[in-house]
């Protein structure tokens, strides 16, 4: 063995002790809410389609289709022969759902956010970050080299307190807030109302990562931002349309003005290959179903399911689809997953650096389509945890 590679095996090993290293598992088949790992089927409460629509026929029907018409690759980036007819028909239709005036699709949410914020903040302005929010938003600002100021999770006094040092120190510089509208890991919902109060006061902008609220919050796609009628008011909406559109790729929605800026300056749209047409096509479906009686009734389904887990457990009353359960140690955390999985239930350890040290955690993600049965099989298993 070299050098180079006697480093990195120390390095792992390292981590191997800290109970923070990671490996891949094989996913040898998954059909909605069952999941077969090593040989053994588990209830998957891990998967962040909370709609269950990645298994939906009707989406797979509509992505069989656009591959046949169209081919299965999209040959170039957008802006080169990659833009088809299906990628601007999904825009408009999402920019609608929004309730801005356009929109604009990269191939994930990580690309969305890390070709957006650098595409619209640079040196000489300054970027105001939730402590909690996804290495995603992180990475776009280091990206764009804007001085960065981070206040803790929701802490809207800290918030306004950065405000006003950036417009006193950043006359010039434009000032952006980047929060997320439902938080990965916690659950739980930004102040958003008075964030937006905020931001206006001071003539910021505000970036808003809505990846766990599209779809579960407010009607159709509108997010946190539409269910509290926010939507014109908010600069830059992104979002993923892997969680509970239940396919893949990430999405940029406002003005016409910022969606042209991003087609001329957003460096992971420009010079990457554009999705798949039968993705949007896919996409498309996806969102007439969200947008339909049968999405309505799939949320009022997540919704009951997730509060029949919340009532089991004593447990507040969920504002998302995601139900963490904080046990500190990475290897407490790590037991449980496995006692768990002994028990036929598959839900994830989420350590460092994904959440702060000593908040290590289960993270119960919820899907409509989950069973009575098997929510309150997965509520027996968790309180046989902790006795
Ligand atoms: C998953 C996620 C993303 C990234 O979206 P992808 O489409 O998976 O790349 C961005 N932000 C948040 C908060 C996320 O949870």
Redesign the pocket.
């Known amino acids: 063995m070299g050098p180079f590679e006697s480093a990195l095996l120390s390095e792992l090993s390292s981590l191997e002790k800290k109970g923070l290293s990671r490996s891949l598992r094989v996913v040898e088949s998954s059909r909605s809410t069952r999941i077969k790992i090593a040989g053994r089927e588990l209830a998957n409460f891990s998967s962040?389609d909370y709609l269950g629509l990645a298994s939906h026929p009707a989406i797979a029907t509509a992505m069989g289709e656009a591959a046949r018409r169209w081919g299965v690759g999209s040959t170039a980036s957008r802006l080169i022969c990659g833009t088809s007819a299906e990628h601007t028909a999904f825009e408009e239709e999402l920019a609608v759902a929004k309730g801005t005036e356009a929109s604009l699709v990269f191939s994930?949410?990580?690309?969305?956010?890390t070709g957006t914020i650098p595409a619209l903040v640079g040196r000489g302005d300054v970027v105001i970050l939730d402590k909690l929010?996804?290495a995603?938003?992180i990475d776009g600002v280091h990206a764009s080299g804007a001085k960065l100021r981070v206040f803790p999770h929701n802490d809207l006094g800290k918030l306004e307190s950065h405000l006003k040092w950036s417009t006193e120190t950043h006359p010039k510089g434009r000032i952006m807030i980047v929060t997320?509208s439902?938080?990965?890991m916690d659950g739980d919902l930004a102040p958003l109302r008075e964030i937006v109060e905020l931001k206006e006061r001071y003539g910021a902008i505000l970036f808003l990562?809505e990846?766990?609220a599209v779809g579960v919050r407010g009607s159709g796609a509108q997010g946190l931002a539409g269910e509290l009628g926010l939507a014109n008011r908010i600069e830059i909406q992104?979002?993923?349309?892997?969680?509970a559109l239940g396919v893949?790729?990430?999405y940029i929605a406002g003005s016409r003005l910022l969606i042209d800026w991003l087609i001329n300056r957003a460096r992971s749209f420009i010079f990457s290959t554009a999705p798949s047409p039968a993705v949007a096509a896919a996409c498309r479906a996806s969102l007439r179903i969200v947008q339909s009686s049968e999405g309505d009734a799939l949320r009022a389904r997540l919704r009951e399911n997730l509060l029949l887990l919340s009532g089991e457990l004593k447990m507040d009353t969920p504002q998302s689809a995601i139900m963490p359960m904080i046990l500190g140690s990475e290897e407490r955390a790590l037991k449980a997953s496995a006692r768990l999985a002994e028990s036929g239930f598959f839900v994830p350890a989420i350590r460092y650096p994904t959440v702060p040290r000593n908040t290590a955690r289960l993270r119960v993600t919820m899907n409509a389509a989950h069973t009575a049965e098997e929510i309150r099989a997965l509520a027996v298993a968790l309180k046989n945890q902790n006795s």
């Open positions: 962040n994930t949410g990580v690309a969305a956010a929010a996804h995603c938003l997320e439902i938080f990965s990562d990846a766990h992104m979002g993923t349309l892997g969680k893949s790729g990430g």
